[in-house]
Nanobody, 123 residues
Protein backbone atom coordinates (compact mmCIF):
# COMPACT_ATOMS: atom_id res chain seq x y z
CA UNK A 1 0.00 0.00 0.00
CA UNK A 2 1.15 3.48 -0.85
CA UNK A 3 -0.31 6.65 0.58
CA UNK A 4 0.14 9.82 -1.45
CA UNK A 5 -0.36 13.39 -0.28
CA UNK A 6 -0.10 16.32 -2.68
CA UNK A 7 0.66 19.91 -1.76
CA UNK A 8 1.69 23.16 -3.39
CA UNK A 9 -1.38 24.09 -5.36
CA UNK A 10 -2.97 27.51 -5.28
CA UNK A 11 -3.86 30.57 -7.29
CA UNK A 12 -1.40 31.82 -9.89
CA UNK A 13 -1.41 34.42 -12.63
CA UNK A 14 -0.66 33.56 -16.25
CA UNK A 15 3.10 33.24 -16.68
CA UNK A 16 3.71 32.39 -13.04
CA UNK A 17 5.38 29.26 -11.67
CA UNK A 18 4.23 26.75 -9.06
CA UNK A 19 5.81 23.60 -7.69
CA UNK A 20 3.64 20.69 -6.64
CA UNK A 21 4.91 18.05 -4.24
CA UNK A 22 3.66 14.55 -3.56
CA UNK A 23 4.84 12.77 -0.43
CA UNK A 24 4.65 8.99 -0.50
CA UNK A 25 4.53 6.69 2.49
CA UNK A 26 3.75 3.11 3.38
CA UNK A 27 5.91 1.31 0.84
CA UNK A 28 9.26 1.40 -0.91
CA UNK A 29 8.96 4.62 -2.88
CA UNK A 30 11.85 3.86 -5.21
CA UNK A 31 10.14 0.86 -6.80
CA UNK A 32 7.18 2.82 -8.15
CA UNK A 33 6.66 4.66 -11.39
CA UNK A 34 5.20 8.04 -10.44
CA UNK A 35 2.94 10.30 -12.48
CA UNK A 36 0.91 13.47 -12.38
CA UNK A 37 -2.57 13.73 -13.81
CA UNK A 38 -5.05 16.58 -13.81
CA UNK A 39 -8.78 17.01 -14.09
CA UNK A 40 -10.55 20.20 -15.05
CA UNK A 41 -14.24 20.76 -14.29
CA UNK A 42 -16.43 18.77 -16.64
CA UNK A 43 -13.49 16.98 -18.23
CA UNK A 44 -11.91 13.57 -17.88
CA UNK A 45 -8.75 13.06 -15.91
CA UNK A 46 -5.76 13.47 -18.21
CA UNK A 47 -2.10 12.52 -18.12
CA UNK A 48 0.43 15.27 -17.46
CA UNK A 49 3.82 13.68 -16.78
CA UNK A 50 5.45 10.43 -15.67
CA UNK A 51 8.86 9.53 -14.26
CA UNK A 52 10.44 6.11 -13.97
CA UNK A 53 11.52 4.58 -10.68
CA UNK A 54 15.16 5.41 -11.41
CA UNK A 55 14.49 8.94 -12.75
CA UNK A 56 16.14 7.82 -15.97
CA UNK A 57 13.02 8.43 -17.97
CA UNK A 58 10.39 11.19 -18.03
CA UNK A 59 7.56 11.74 -20.46
CA UNK A 60 5.15 14.64 -20.84
CA UNK A 61 1.85 15.52 -22.40
CA UNK A 62 2.49 17.68 -25.45
CA UNK A 63 0.74 20.73 -24.02
CA UNK A 64 3.13 20.93 -21.04
CA UNK A 65 6.42 20.03 -22.72
CA UNK A 66 9.03 22.69 -22.10
CA UNK A 67 6.95 24.25 -19.31
CA UNK A 68 6.59 21.47 -16.73
CA UNK A 69 9.30 19.29 -15.21
CA UNK A 70 8.73 16.12 -13.19
CA UNK A 71 11.38 14.95 -10.74
CA UNK A 72 11.69 12.72 -7.71
CA UNK A 73 13.78 12.58 -4.56
CA UNK A 74 13.96 9.06 -3.20
CA UNK A 75 15.58 10.18 0.03
CA UNK A 76 12.48 12.29 0.72
CA UNK A 77 9.99 9.87 -0.90
CA UNK A 78 8.67 12.82 -2.85
CA UNK A 79 7.84 13.50 -6.47
CA UNK A 80 7.62 17.05 -7.76
CA UNK A 81 5.99 18.85 -10.65
CA UNK A 82 7.63 22.17 -11.41
CA UNK A 83 5.22 24.21 -13.49
CA UNK A 84 6.33 27.33 -15.32
CA UNK A 85 4.72 29.72 -17.79
CA UNK A 86 1.35 28.74 -16.44
CA UNK A 87 -1.71 29.26 -18.63
CA UNK A 88 -5.40 29.50 -17.73
CA UNK A 89 -5.92 26.14 -19.43
CA UNK A 90 -3.65 24.56 -16.82
CA UNK A 91 -6.39 25.16 -14.25
CA UNK A 92 -7.38 21.80 -12.75
CA UNK A 93 -7.11 19.53 -9.77
CA UNK A 94 -3.70 17.87 -9.98
CA UNK A 95 -3.30 14.30 -8.78
CA UNK A 96 -0.22 12.29 -7.97
CA UNK A 97 -0.35 8.58 -8.82
CA UNK A 98 1.86 5.51 -8.40
CA UNK A 99 2.12 2.17 -10.10
CA UNK A 100 4.35 -0.86 -9.69
CA UNK A 101 5.20 -1.20 -13.36
CA UNK A 102 6.49 0.60 -16.41
CA UNK A 103 5.38 4.04 -17.50
CA UNK A 104 1.80 4.42 -18.66
CA UNK A 105 -0.34 7.42 -19.56
CA UNK A 106 -3.68 5.84 -18.71
CA UNK A 107 -5.20 6.65 -15.32
CA UNK A 108 -6.55 3.10 -15.17
CA UNK A 109 -3.00 1.76 -15.01
CA UNK A 110 -2.27 3.41 -11.67
CA UNK A 111 -2.97 1.70 -8.39
CA UNK A 112 -2.54 4.51 -5.91
CA UNK A 113 -3.78 8.10 -5.92
CA UNK A 114 -3.52 11.18 -3.80
CA UNK A 115 -6.46 13.38 -2.90
CA UNK A 116 -5.50 16.11 -5.36
CA UNK A 117 -4.46 19.73 -5.11
CA UNK A 118 -6.21 22.61 -6.88
CA UNK A 119 -4.28 24.79 -9.29
CA UNK A 120 -6.06 27.88 -10.58
CA UNK A 121 -4.46 30.13 -13.17
CA UNK A 122 -6.27 33.40 -13.60
CA UNK A 123 -5.55 37.09 -13.96
Amino acid sequence: QVQLVESGGGLAQPGDSLRLSCLASGATFSRYTMAWFRQAPGKEREFVAVISWSSAYAFYQDSVKGRFTISRDSAKSTVYLQMSSLKPEDTAVYYCAARDGNRDVSPAAYDYWGQGTQVTVSS
